[in-house]
């Protein structure tokens, strides 16, 4: 593809050249259907000529509240040849949330998928002066309304609306003229362990600059078919799953949600995926009881016969998973990267895979470590800043180094490896420095773990949260014969803590005596991003949860 300084710029350019050829795949009633290149690029162009007479110009921001969807893509598309930023929000989130961002990055419009979202913002609607017209991909009832009057249009009637609007493709095409690089594309809220979340700028060629980088380090082309599940409204997929197949001409398969992804993969056959490790445990899981030569054939029946590698990021993947899909001719490759990053930072691909790194820095991308070990990062890449927040956007950049708050160090062959976030190293009440990352990446090796988090600053000892994997559980139960009356006895039964801590020593074993989890507490049901312990990207938020279980925990120090 020529060189071309814009998103909108980009896509158009793609479909100039590629016209008829699929770029999205989707599905609708349990049927997929396919859009070209040319007719996703004449509905972004209706949709952001609607959006003009709508009154957006250059440098608004328009919010996008929606899970997946064909829409999201020619929406986004839409807001940023308006000359918009869009701001793109998890569907997850409750109403004040909803308000806070709306409302801190003074939104002219928002766009959603449809009632369930468009009741949070009628909710909040007297927090958010600034709105002005709200657009849904699907109808809304007619009573439907807020504290005062607010436009609202269908997305139809937002397709159509441009009928009416003379030498409307023209227009779009000198409002998208107009725009440069250095033009904000879009604003992410990235959810912190207190206070509110903080609004990442990215610009047009941070995120170009990105997909392009990544699109050569990975060697991916146009007979590439992507399945994408992960959130739009997250920057990992946003980037790597839109912008990069956008800009190597590949096509995108718009998957369902992730009980769905298994049918989706026999229905798609793609040539690569990305997810983050939480699913990447699930399934190696299902086949680790298999026997070793069994195993690549279990995973080529899930992923299809087209694949030709996975990408895993969002979080730590588990060096034991890494290693089993190696060693079962299914290359998983690791990267590294922050919204701050837009995002990818470091990847592992074909061309250099180093197990329990996160790979090598991207074309164009430096990294350096500090002398307190954390992880910096210059170039591209590295966003604008922070909106309407100059204390941290200071804090976070200093002379174009983007300080990550993450651990790490570089090999001498340049793969960079993650030790740990440096707000969550844990000192314990010795002075021993101990990284939880490090200590629950071990606890979950043992397939009878599914999640774990450990806990112990300024604590005598280190202590962790463990869930246990449900299935293999239920299995060592009926074999042992031990008596369960009722569901919390799950997690009260002295047979089966007995035989956690067997398993967890076990797993201690690789590190040293300060760092050994020594007492635990048992939950009866997994960390969830409904109740806010996992991230959009299935990570988990070490502090909150912490904090709903901290009564627990403390009761663990005061059994001695």
Not at 232 to 245: C, F, K, N, Q
């Amino acid at each position: 593809m020529k060189k071309v300084a814009t998103l909108c710029e980009m896509h158009r350019s793609a479909a100039r050249v590629l016209g008829p050829r699929c770029a999205l795949r989707y599905k609708r009633d349990g049927l997929w259907h396919d859009l070209s290149w040319s007719a996703v690029r004449y509905a972004a162009d209706r949709a952001a000529a609607a959006l003009l007479e709508l009154g957006v110009n250059s440098g608004d921001r328009i919010a996008l509240l929606s899970e997946n969807r064909a829409e999201w893509i020619i929406a986004d598309q839409a807001i940023l040849s308006a000359g918009a930023a869009g701001v793109t929000m998890h569907a997850p989130l409750v109403p004040e949330q909803v308000a806070y961002q709306v409302s801190h990055s003074q939104a002219k419009g928002i766009i959603v998928s449809g009632e369930e979202q468009a009741r949070k913002v009628f909710e909040v609607l007297e927090q958010l002066p600034d709105l002005e017209f709200l657009v849904s991909f699907d109808p809304l009832p007619t009573d439907m309304q807020g504290c005062r009057p607010l436009a609202r249009y269908s997305w139809q009637q937002l397709i159509h609306s441009a009928n009416s609007v003379i030498d409307w493709q023209q227009k779009v095409i000198e409002r998208e003229a107009g725009l440069t690089g250095s033009d904000l594309a879009t604003i992410i809220y990235t959810s912190g362990t207190t206070g509110n979340p903080k609004g990442v700028m990215l610009t047009h060629h941070n995120l170009l600059s990105n997909a392009f980088a990544t699109g050569e380090a990975g060697s991916y082309g146009p007979s590439d078919i992507l399945l994408s599940w992960l959130p739009y409204s997250h920057i990992y997929a946003r980037t790597v799953d839109i912008y990069l197949t956008m800009s190597t001409w590949g096509t995108l398969c718009v998957g369902g949600p992730v009980e769905a992804l298994f049918d989706d993969l026999a229905a798609t056959h793609p040539t690569w995926m990305t997810a983050v490790p939480r699913f990447y445990e699930k399934v190696w899981a299902a086949v680790e009881t298999l026997a070793e030569a069994e195993r690549p054939a279990a995973l080529r029946r899930i992923f299809g016969p087209r694949l030709i590698h996975l990408s895993s990021g969002g979080a730590p993947l588990p060096g034991h998973i890494a290693e089993g899909f190696m060693a079962s001719q299914i290359p998983l490759y690791q990267g590294y990267g922050l919204t701050e990053s837009s995002p990818v930072i470091t990847f592992n691909s074909q061309f250099g895979n180093r197990l329990g790194s996160v790979g090598r820095t991207l074309p164009g991308v430096e990294v350096r470590i500090a002398p307190d070990g954390e992880i910096l990062t210059r170039g591209p890449h590295v966003m604008r800043g922070y909106w309407r927040n100059p204390e941290a956007t200071r804090e976070t950049i200093i002379d174009g180094w983007l300080y990550t708050g993450d651990v790490g160090h570089i090999d001498e062959d340049g793969y960079l490896f993650i030790t740990d976030r440096k707000k969550d190293i844990i000192v314990t009440s010795g002075g021993k420095n101990v990284a939880p990352t490090e200590i629950e990446r071990l606890l979950i090796s043992d397939p009878c773990i599914d999640q774990a988090v450990v806990y112990g600053d300024g604590r005598q000892f280190i202590s962790a949260i463990i869930v246990p994997n449900a299935s293999m559980l239920e299995e060592e139960i009926q074999r042992q014969g031990w008596p369960l009356e009722v569901e919390h006895d799950l997690i009260r039964s002295a047979d089966i803590y007995a035989y956690f801590e067997k398993r967890v020593a076990a797993v201690m074993q690789h590190v040293s005596q300060p760092e050994r989890v020594r007492r635990f507490l048992l939950l009866n049901r997994p960390l969830s991003q409904n109740r806010g312990e996992l991230t959009a990207t299935l990570k988990v938020r070490r502090r909150f949860v912490v904090s709903q279980f901290e009564t627990e925990l403390v009761r663990l120090y005061e059994q001695q």
